[in-house]
């Protein structure tokens, strides 16, 4: 039995299911979070996120059928569960999804927790005049290195359609920071 | 080598479209970005260290919370005032089906209703139908001339229509 199918069994027995989910936390934490964090930029909406994955793949390991990798499956939970977030904090502000991000990247200089400089600061604004999915894309491939063929099980998504998405993000973005 | 090896000039691979014209582009565009590096994203010291126990101490905060009694003493003031409007309202005739018509009224109980009732002569005028007015109302009695002029003489005054002056 592979490794995965391995932590598996122990995440669905009431024996082992905490130390397999302290291993899978371990294993996933650090891709996960920085997964999170170019979604929802601050870092303390990414950990609020972060946790919530986590108690969420806690709670429904049961339901994970295995027709899909388990690692697409918890980045899935860990993608709709940002967007969920920043949904929720523009209804709470009354105000339009674009105008939060325009706010959170306007926040970033004063951010304790971005020592960015100016160029990976315009690059962030060039990435949030994005449409949302090429804003994923982009992160997912730029910043995270993943393959086409894992972003793909994760947005549920054809390979074909996210390098095309990709390289037309990667377009604006020289377009944006070569104008600014 | 054999002449089918030798017939057999191209690997049969294909490209897309336009893959070499835009393939300087991307490159340039990629190496151009990349110069920038990270994010600038940072995170806290210790930050990742400490994430297992905080959420394992998050699940098991989960599991024991209290489970809330719903037979508080106030619940069961709301839910058995609740009962004993609906129980109320059961015996009220507001529930009862049993409906009010003509038919189950008694003759004595419309006649005290007209009499006690002021109903106009024009309400009632207003109710009867041609039809209601029929031959038989105005029956023909063949009254004996020996009870007409009973009746003239004993209940009209004579006297007032046969005066000239009236």
């Known amino acids: 039995m592979n490794d995965e199918a391995q932590l598996l069994e122990d995440l669905k027995s009431e024996k082992n299911k905490e130390q397999a989910f302290r291993t899978l936390m371990t ?70 999804n674009e105008d939060l991000q325009e706010s959170a990247i306007s926040n970033l200089p004063t951010d304790v927790y971005f020592d960015g400089n100016e160029m990976q600061l315009k690059l962030q604004e060039a ?24 972003i793909a099980d994760i947005l549920e998504t054809s390979e074909g359609a996210l390098k095309a998405s990709y390289h037309l993000a990667v377009k604006k973005i020289e377009a944006y920071l070569t104008k600014n | 080598m054999s002449d089918t090896l030798k017939n057999i000039k191209n690997a049969g691979f294909k490209v897309p479209n336009d893959y070499f ?30 994430l297992e126990d905080t959420v394992i101490s998050k699940i098991s905060k989960n599991e024991n919370t209290k489970v809330i009694n719903i037979f508080t003493r106030r619940n069961l003031l709301y839910i058995s005032s609740i009962a004993a409007t609906i129980l109320l309202l059961f015996n009220l005739s507001v529930f009862n089906k049993k409906s009010v018509s003509f038919e189950t009224l008694e003759t004595v109980t419309v006649e005290n209703y007209i ?52």
């Open chain 2, 115 to 166: 009499m006690n009732e002021y109903i106009g002569s024009y309400d009632m005028a207003s109710l009867l139908t041609d039809e209601d007015i029929v031959d038989e109302n105005f029956i023909e009695h063949n009254f004996s001339e020996e009870n007409i002029e009973n009746y003239i003489l004993n209940n009209i005054d004579i006297e007032y229509y046969f005066s000239e002056y009236k």
């Open chain 2, 21 to 50: 014209e835009s393939l300087e582009d991307t490159v340039l565009s990629q190496m151009k970005l990349k110069s920038i590096g990270d994010s600038g994203f940072k995170v806290p010291n210790g930050y990742f260290e400490s």
């Open chain 1, 127 to 150: 990435i949030s005049k994005l449409p949302q999915k090429q804003q994923l894309v982009f992160n997912m491939k730029y910043f995270q290195d993943l393959k086409y063929k894992d």
């Open chain 1, 27 to 96: 294993l996933y934490k650090e891709r996960l979070y920085w997964h999170i964090r170019n979604i929802v930029k601050s870092h303390d909406d990414a950990d609020d996120v972060l946790q919530n994955t986590f108690i969420k793949i806690y709670s429904n390991i049961h339901s994970f059928k295995g027709d899909s990798k388990l690692f697409s499956w918890i980045y899935r939970i860990a993608t709709n569960e940002s967007i969920t977030l920043l949904n929720k904090n523009a209804k709470q502000l009354l105000i339009s």
